[in-house]
């Protein structure tokens, strides 16, 4: 290995100063000869000045929980043992979900692939195993991921709101997000930069849950206690600047950054166990844990930091939230919007409207999923005619 490259699940802080590269293994740039990687144990090593000059790893704690140092505040979401956990386990449910699947554009052979966000680094693991002969590098504000990795994946300390990336431009085949409602305060810029550091003929895709809950057949009233949770953080989102309601523009934005050939799958994800579909079921039985394990984790931060709440009154507020999750009576679901896109060829003529499709997919009695064509989403979510299954 050259001594310029990160060692394999090492923790780089891409491009940034000496203050900044906290308590991480880290390097100031992915691309050869911009820095030097450190190893792990120098973390612990008194000696190292990294180590003593760095904040990376001086997680902010409040209420119990602890955020990342790096950029503090600017993510308002936890990143302790407890959310690495449902963390883990959320990865588990798109899997699912997705039946098996780790992405849907139609990669052939890339060399290099991002991932933006990467939270605890699994989709970034399965990928290096994937396409062994790929680079795959994946950011986080947080260094929550594992050391022990394919040799092809390195994990980098990184904002991807930063206007400049340090790579060149249409450096990567592939751009992945997943799951980063909340994180920026306007995700057209991610995709646009997405556009930018993707070369022609490669992919970006995004991968992320719609915030408010559906329901088809008026089982989900209006004073619900889980709808009205989803409305306090969304506005909590809203007033810090890092909107929540996202997934169902993806499309539209990724039309208007250049890609073409967009293409768009709707996953229907059960708030809990109501379905009687098998597959539905088990997805709902997931879901519902997930929720439960993660609600405080979801709530604590904007409900403090936002909305003013004292602790106790973020909990107390939420037992008749837990409860309404656990509630089989209300038929509610979410949406999981998947979105990809291809940067066209130097030169391609491309057509008047770029070719795409959006597709529900309800997972039918049968393993194979069963798909219909739908105009795009509803904007009202408990009128929308799309069903997911006859609720028990």
Same mark, same amino acid.
């Given at each position: ?27 100031? +740039? ?33 209420? &119990? ?17 407890? *959310? ?26 890339? $060399? ?8 605890? &680094? ?10 062994? *002969?790929? *680079? ?24 991807? +709101? ?24 306007? %995700? ?5 930069? &997405? %556009? ?8 970006? !895709?995004? $991968? ?19 709808? *009205? ?37 709707? %996953? ?44 106790? $009154? ?44 959006? !597709? ?31 609720? $028990?």
């Amino acid at each position: 290995m050259n001594e310029e490259d990160p060692a394999p699940g090492t923790l780089p802080v891409r491009k940034f100063s000496m203050a900044a590269m906290a308590h991480s293994p880290a390097q100031s +740039s992915p691309t050869s000869g911009n820095g030097t990687p450190i190893d792990a144990d120098s973390l612990y090593d008194d000696t190292s000045s990294l180590a003593v000059e760095s904040s990376v790893y001086d997680f902010a704690k409040e209420n &119990g929980r602890t955020y990342h140092g790096y950029r503090a505040g600017t993510y308002h979401f936890p990143n302790d043992p407890s *959310e690495t956990d449902r963390l883990d386990f959320q990865f588990e449910i798109l899997k699912y979900c997705f039946l098996d699947r780790n992405y849907f554009a139609p990669l052939d052979k890339p $060399q290099r692939i991002l991932d933006i966000g990467t939270g605890t &680094g699994q989709w970034a693991v399965e990928m290096g195993d994937d396409f062994p *002969e790929a *680079e795959i590098q994946a950011t986080d504000l947080s260094p929550i991921q594992p050391l022990t990795v394919p040799e092809n994946v390195h994990f980098f300390i990184d904002d991807a +709101s930063d206007d400049d990336w340090a790579l060149p431009p249409a450096h990567f085949d592939y751009i992945h997000t997943r799951m980063l409602l909340g994180c920026f305060t306007d %995700f057209r810029d991610i995709i646009r930069k &997405g %556009f930018y550091y993707t070369k022609p003929g490669g992919y970006m !895709e995004s $991968q992320d849950y719609y915030s408010i809950p559906y329901c088809d057949d008026g089982t989900m009233p209006p004073d619900w206690p889980f709808l *009205e949770w989803t409305k306090y953080s969304d506005d909590a989102a809203m007033e810090a600047d890092r909107p929540m309601r996202i997934a169902n523009k993806f499309k539209r934005w990724y039309k208007a950054a250049g890609f073409v050939d967009v293409q768009e799958k709707v %996953f229907k994800v059960p708030v809990n166990a109501w379905p009687r579909d098998r597959h539905l079921k088990t997805l709902g039985m997931m879901s519902e844990e997930n929720w439960l394990c993660g609600l405080s984790a979801f709530s604590m931060g904007h409900f403090s930091r936002i909305l003013n709440w004292s602790k106790p $009154q973020i909990e107390v507020y939420l037992v008749n939230v837990r409860k309404a999750i656990q509630d089989k009576r209300v038929h509610a679901y979410h949406k999981v919007f998947v979105v990809w896109g291809r940067k066209p060829l130097d030169g391609e003529q491309m057509p008047p409207e770029p070719d795409s499709s959006t !597709e529900t997919v309800v997972p039918g009695p049968s393993k194979a999923p069963a798909e219909m064509v739908v105009p795009g989403p509803s904007q009202a979510p408990a009128t929308e005619n799309t069903s997911v299954a006859d609720g $028990q």
